[in-house]
Structure formats: C-alpha cells, structure tokens
C-alpha cells in the first residue's frame, strides 16, 4: 500500500459552473482506513474516481506515494476500485467484473480466480461470484 495524497484535486463537469470536487486537500496514509460520508452530490464518488484514473482532475494533483498519477491512464495506476454495486458491467458476472483489471494486467488465470476468491471472501461477496 502506499499514501495517497489529493494536493487541490478539483473537478467540474462540462457545462457546470460549480466543481463538483474543489480544492481536495487530503492525505491518507498508508495503512490508514478511511470512510468518506456525506450526502448525494458531495462529491464521494467523483472524488474516488478521480483517484482511479475514471475522472479528469481539472486542477490540483493526486500522488500515490511519491507518483503524481494525475495524468496517468487508469491501467497504469496499479489500483482498483470497489463500485457501489457488484457488478460494473452488467454482461459480465461478479467474478468477472472483480477480475478484469487484473486480466487487462496479462495476469495467469489462476491467479486472478485466486485474487478475486480472496477479496470476494472479506468483502462477503462470495455467493455473488457467478
């Protein structure tokens, strides 16, 4: 794991005046758990995709350790992402959908059956797998 970091990370949508992400200023450290709340349209997702790779930064800069990744395609930030639902494309099933950055990284089958068993197992989404 590594420290993230959102040093002014803003984002404004096309066509918006107001960001919906504004000046972000956050460092979670690494091993650090963190929960963000807040009502629908604060920001929570969008900030979360953001450090992905999913969303523009408009202004600002995100660092994982000591990377900026703030123009880094996502496939190139060695991170993953945990959708509020359990599948992000629907024609494919949870084990899919939990596996497919690690297929897209050329990882042995195996392992990513291995990996996506593992993960599914403390997040409680066995039963959802396929």
């Not at 450290?29 to 900030?47: A, H, I, M, N, Q």
């Not at 042995?108 to 593992?118: G, H, L, Q, S, T």
């Amino acid at each position: 794991m590594a420290t993230v970091t959102f040093d002014n990370a803003s984002r404004v949508y096309p066509g918006q005046e107001r960001p919906a992400v504004d000046n972000l200023n956050i460092e979670i450290g690494d091993g650090e758990f963190l929960v963000l709340v807040g009502p629908s349209g604060c920001g929570k997702s969008t900030s979360l995709r953001m450090l992905a790779g999913l969303e523009e930064i408009d202004a600002g800069r995100i660092l994982i350790g000591d990377r900026d990744v703030t123009d880094v395609p996502p496939k190139d930030r060695d991170i993953a992402m945990v959708f509020q639902n359990y599948a992000l494309y629907p024609h494919m099933s949870v084990a899919d959908n939990m596996g497919f950055a690690l297929k897209i990284a050329g990882n042995p089958k195996a392992e990513i059956r291995k990996r996506v068993e593992d993960a599914a197992e403390i997040l409680d989404l066995t039963e959802y797998l396929d």
